[in-house]
């Protein structure tokens, strides 16, 4: 069983990472295989909706998100980690959600993976991050897990948080157990409501 920290942080070593190692480490007390991978320095485009990946079956842009797409779809449970960056996640986490409209396809989706939520802020609005991952995850036929939202600033403050250490290690093992019962949705359609115009 894999579990793939995911960090939406370009400050490599802050508050996202040490809370993404410290619930991968609890997802390993529980026997899974983890990595974490941090879009800090990589080069990932944003999606320029030609929606190609439909037809073709994966995104047309050669990118370091084509590594990503395979770890992603390699992991049997995500944690999204993210900084918040004006009462979101940041501008590269938005990226990475994106395009991950590629992952649409029979064989080639995020369905039935479990989902986690780490979010850390300096002062204020933890809570669009959390319930905008949530509902992306929703979408993706993701099963939720458990969220963390950590208020800390500083590199590193996250570290004198010890109530939120412990329920990020736990998050993890939470993970690692939610993956263990390959829990799954029905076989069929997405059941998401666009909008009341769709037929
Ligand atoms: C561009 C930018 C925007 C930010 N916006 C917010 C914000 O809206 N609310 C907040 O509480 N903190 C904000 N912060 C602070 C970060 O969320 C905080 O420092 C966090 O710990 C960074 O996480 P990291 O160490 O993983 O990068 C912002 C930081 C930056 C660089």
């Known amino acids: 069983m894999k579990i793939l920290g995911l960090s939406f942080s370009p400050r490599t070593q802050g508050n996202t990472e040490i809370l993404l190692d410290e619930a ?26 030609c ?18 797409y395979t770890k992603m779809l390699e992991a049997d449970g995500i944690i999204y980690g993210t900084p918040v960056y004006f009462y979101n996640m940041t501008g590269q986490g938005k990226t ?9 396809q029979p064989g080639r989706n995020l369905a039935n993976k479990v989902g986690g939520v780490i979010a850390v802020a300096g002062s204020f609005g933890l809570v669009d991050a959390v319930k ?16 963390i939202a950590a208020y800390a600033g500083g590199k590193g403050d ?12 736990e998050l993890g093992q939470e993970m690692a157990q939610i993956a263990a019962k390959k829990f799954e949705y029905p076989a069929g359609g997405t059941h998401i409501a666009y909008g009341t115009h769709t037929r």
């Open 96 to 104: 990475v959600i994106d395009r991950t409209i590629a992952l649409g």
């Open 132 to 147: 905008d991952l949530y509902f992306y995850m929703i979408t993706r036929r993701m099963l939720p897990a458990s969220f």
């Open 51 to 68: 929606w190609g990946c439909r037809k073709a079956g994966e995104c047309h842009i050669k990118d370091d998100m084509q590594e990503l």
């Open 158 to 169: 996250v570290k004198n948080l010890e109530k939120c250490m412990k329920a990020t290690r």
């Open 24 to 49: 991968l480490s609890g997802a390993r007390q529980e026997g899974a295989e983890t990595e974490l991978y941090s879009i800090a320095g990589k080069d990932i485009k944003p999606c320029d909706g």
